[in-house]
């Protein structure tokens, strides 16, 4: 098992900055790739990055790319998402997830975290 909580979350005005953090327990952090996913009221769940397990590669959602920026710290089985340039349609709950194969879809990963709600007010 792997436990997920995410924190960070807020209400920031657009143009603005938020820093998201996913702290993780339980088993080796440091096997898992990481993603983070949002999902707005009515909406479905969205792909936002995805981080390998050593940190080397990741991958980002189209619509995040450039403002956006995924990292992890192994020392202290955390994962990180550096949101600039925030958008009022950047506004979601968002979750951190961990998967041993773990990519851009949500099915390939195990354990979700409850989530952090991020509000971006025009």
């Known amino acids: 098992q792997v436990q997920l909580v995410e924190s960070g979350g807020g209400l920031v005005q657009a143009g603005g900055s938020l820093k998201l953090s996913c702290a993780a327990s339980?088993?080796?952090?440091?096997?898992?790739?990481m993603g983070w996913f949002r999902q707005a009221p009515g909406k479905e769940r969205e792909f936002v990055a995805q981080?390998?397990?050593?940190?080397?590669?990741?991958y980002y959602g189209d619509s995040v790319k450039g403002r956006f920026t995924i990292s992890r710290d192994n020392t202290k089985n955390t994962v990180y998402l550096q949101m600039n340039s925030l958008k009022p349609e950047d506004t979601a709950l968002y979750y951190c997830?961990?998967?041993?194969?773990?990519?851009?879809?949500?099915?390939?990963?195990?354990?979700w975290g409850q989530g952090t709600q991020v509000t971006v007010s025009s």
């Open positions: 997830a961990a998967g041993l194969h773990g990519n851009n879809w949500a099915r390939r990963y195990d354990y």
């Open positions: 339980g088993r080796t952090f440091s096997d898992y790739n």
């Open positions: 981080i390998s397990w050593s940190g080397h590669s990741t």
